[in-house]
């Protein structure tokens, strides 16, 4: 009988990935649902049965994924798939969770699945309850920050990474987000303007409003704008204003003052 496996994971990419190399292990499993929210995990565990195994990042579109076992028990093997390095996963260990680094290797993941079938599920559902999940959390918040520095691009059915320092701005149109290079290259992400702003590092990235992220390097002028609103002028120049609403134009002047 196949494994079932449930993805959570808030990147498209990140998605296939792990679904392509839980395909090249010995082991056979069955991927039942990609999920990329704290929300949307929680409905899901309310309505359906729960799975063999949980493949968990830890970063996802609106917070943490502790937040998931705040609001619902899991009776599922737990597997982080983090970028999260060092220091904070030593808790990881303590509580006898598995975890894994991305990119995933085919190897650890078919390691973590022979330690699966090796477990009870009575033994995981009692593991699962002792595990200080807030403990893991105000580690990874203590954790010196890592910020993005690279994004995996798919273009013309292949994929390369982009340097964060080779991008001006991003912004979200129609609900897509988008990176805007230097060099005027335009390429749309899987990701949201909210989640992407908790990624980059902000000495460098200001969000300006619901629509717009910009690179300090890429601010040519800013002017004046009506109602103590801020004009911002990029190179390369934006097809859209981007303006700096009042509540925020103090933040920005302090962030550019820095």
């Known amino acids: 009988m196949a494994i079932e496996v449930l993805i959570i994971e808030d990147e498209l990419p990140a998605q296939r990935l792990l679904k392509e190399t839980l395909q090249e292990i010995d082991i ?3 991927v039942i649902a990609c999920i990329g929210s704290v929300q949307s995990a929680v409905e899901w565990f309310q309505k359906n049965e729960h ?7 830890i970063q996802l579109s609106d917070g943490q994924s502790f937040e998931i076992f ?6 599922s093997m737990i597997i982080f798939t983090t970028a999260y390095d060092e220091y904070a996963l030593q808790a990881f260990k303590v509580n006898s969770l598995d975890y894994m680094l991305k990119p995933v290797e085919k190897d650890e993941l078919q390691a973590a699945f022979e330690k699966y079938n090796q477990y009870n599920k009575q033994f995981i559902q009692e593991k699962n309850s002792t595990v200080d999940f807030s403990e ?7 954790e010196k ?11 013309n059915e292949s994929f390369f990474h982009l340097p964060i320092e080779e991008i001006a701005l991003f912004y979200s149109m129609q609900g897509i987000t988008f990176a805007v290079t230097f060099g005027k290259r335009e390429y ?11 990624q980059l590092n902000p000495e460098i990235f200001f969000k300006v409003n619901r629509q717009f992220i910009v690179n300090i390097q890429s601010i040519v002028k800013i002017h004046k704008y009506f109602n103590n609103k801020l004009l911002i002028e990029t ?3 934006s097809t859209e204003n981007i303006i700096v609403g009042k509540d925020k134009t103090a933040l920005f002047k302090q962030w550019l003052d820095k």
């Open 145 to 155: 920050q890592e910020y993005r520095k690279r994004l995996l691009i798919e273009a």
């Open 188 to 198: 749309p992400l899987n990701f949201s303007l909210e989640s992407l702003k908790e």
């Open 28 to 30: 056979e499993t069955e």
């Open 70 to 75: 705040k609001q619902v028990k899991v009776n």
């Open 235 to 237: 190179k390369p120049k």
């Open 51 to 57: 799975p063999d195994i949980v493949l968990l990042d």
């Open 136 to 142: 893991l959390a105000a580690l990874i918040k203590n």
